[in-house]
């Protein structure tokens, strides 16, 4: 049985595949419209283009961050001159006296979501001194931006391992 298009059935086709085009590029636009908020935006700001990573973190930037989901956190991320998220400088070279661990990892690494006092890196850092009774520092030189491990490799031969780590 051959199906033959009349012209008010073609023109219905078209006008039905015209108005889901017109439906998509609307959703497009709103999508893209609610996604850059003034939330997207300070966390954007916390960026930098970088030479080894994809980006890494501004140094000495104070950016305060609000989840995307309507309560869940606010924290206020703070980076130092030498661009680690962290309160305290690191000195180079490292004193004798210091057990020095440089963390890489990815946005848990680096405490997404949590102040300072709360991430992986002070909560270790806290505990090793305690334990073995000796300095410890922790680095956080995690990012959460979706680093890549051949980009922290790089970054470990270029400018972490300087840290003695």
């Not at 023109?11 to 609307?26: D, E, N, P, Y």
């Not at 000195?91 to 949590?114: H, N």
């Amino acid at each position: 049985m051959h199906t033959i298009l009349t012209k008010s059935s073609s023109k219905k086709i078209v006008f039905a595949f015209l108005g889901l085009l017109v439906a998509l590029l609307f959703s497009e636009v709103y999508t893209r419209i609610s996604l850059v908020s003034e939330k997207k935006l300070e966390a954007v700001s916390l960026w930098k283009p970088d030479s080894i990573l994809a980006q890494s973190l501004k140094p000495s930037t104070e950016v305060t961050l609000n989840s995307r989901v309507r309560g869940e956190f606010t924290t206020v991320v703070k980076t130092t001159s030498q661009g680690f998220r962290d309160t305290k400088l690191f000195e180079i070279p490292k004193p004798q006296d210091t057990y020095r661990i440089l963390m890489l990892g990815d946005s848990f690494a680096f405490g997404y979501g949590v102040n300072v006092d709360e991430t992986f890196s002070k909560i270790l850092e806290s505990n090793l001194t305690k334990r073995l009774d000796k300095k410890v520092e922790v680095i956080n030189a995690s990012f959460a931006d979706g680093t890549t491990w051949d980009e922290y490799y790089l970054f470990l031969k270029e400018r972490g391992l300087a840290f003695q780590p």
